[in-house]
């Protein structure tokens, strides 16, 4: 089993549309991330939590919300969503500070 | 603010021949810096990473790099490039000016030609 663990791999929705994605962790990381990846711009954070309670933004988050519920699980919400967040989305985790992230396989997100 | 240049957009090289994959960094503090591979269809891996220890830092599949504090520069290399290795890769900058936030480079796609 996959130990960052994004659901669903692909989604294709509407504008307006609230979106939810989905990650999951076996890794026991405190640290967890949310990008974005759209060509030729690399990976750009959304959010991130260092632990339940802490949730902080990161270089793009309008548009967006998170919510941490548990160690194990961060969840990255658009709650209308429009079609320039068409993108890759990743979820990450990392056990501290400067050290290497864990990606998942990330989410295909396509809003029409 | 910290931040990568990935100085190419896409390398080719012949399968056997070697790899050069170039990373320059701006950085005010003493960076801690990686480089991630990506294949199709999946997440970010980590190649390797250089946390002020030895500035020649070897990775996984035969990829090494070296950190030249005069140069800013952080490239990655490989001997001889095998089918593989064909993917994206990623160099990324993180330091205490932004929490320790990743600053991603805009990615190099590696093409190796038989």
């Known amino acids: 089993d996959a130990d960052v663990t994004q659901t669903p791999r692909n989604r294709i929705t509407k504008t307006g549309k609230r979106i939810m994605l989905e990650c999951s962790q076996t890794?026991?990381?405190?640290?967890m991330y949310w990008y974005r990846q759209d060509p030729g711009l690399g990976l750009r954070l959304i959010y991130y939590?260092?632990?339940?309670?802490?949730?902080n933004k990161g270089e793009i988050s309008d548009g967006y919300s998170v919510s941490r519920q548990a160690q194990a699980k961060f969840s990255l919400s658009l709650e209308s969503a429009i079609p320039n967040q068409t993108a890759l989305y990743f979820c990450?985790?990392?056990?501290?500070?400067?050290?290497?992230?864990?990606f998942g396989d990330g989410t295909r997100l396509s809003i029409l | 603010a910290q931040s990568v240049t990935q100085l190419d957009s896409h390398v080719s090289v012949s399968e056997g021949t070697p790899v050069l994959l170039r990373c320059n960094y701006s950085?005010?503090?003493?960076?801690?810096l990686f480089w991630y591979v990506q294949h199709p269809n999946k997440g970010l891996q980590l190649l390797l990473k250089y946390t002020s220890a030895a500035t020649l830092v070897k990775g996984i599949n035969g990829f090494e790099a070296e950190f030249k504090k005069s140069e800013t520069s952080f490239h990655l290399t490989k001997p001889s490039a095998h089918m593989s290795d064909a993917a994206e890769y990623f160099c990324v900058v993180s330091d205490l000016e932004n929490n320790n936030d990743m600053r991603f480079g805009a990615g190099t796609r590696l093409t190796v030609k038989p």
């Open positions: 890794k026991g990381h405190d640290r």
């Open positions: 990450a985790t990392s056990l501290g500070l400067n050290q290497p992230q864990h």
């Open positions: 950085s005010s503090y003493s960076p801690s």
């Open positions: 939590s260092f632990d339940v309670k802490d949730i």
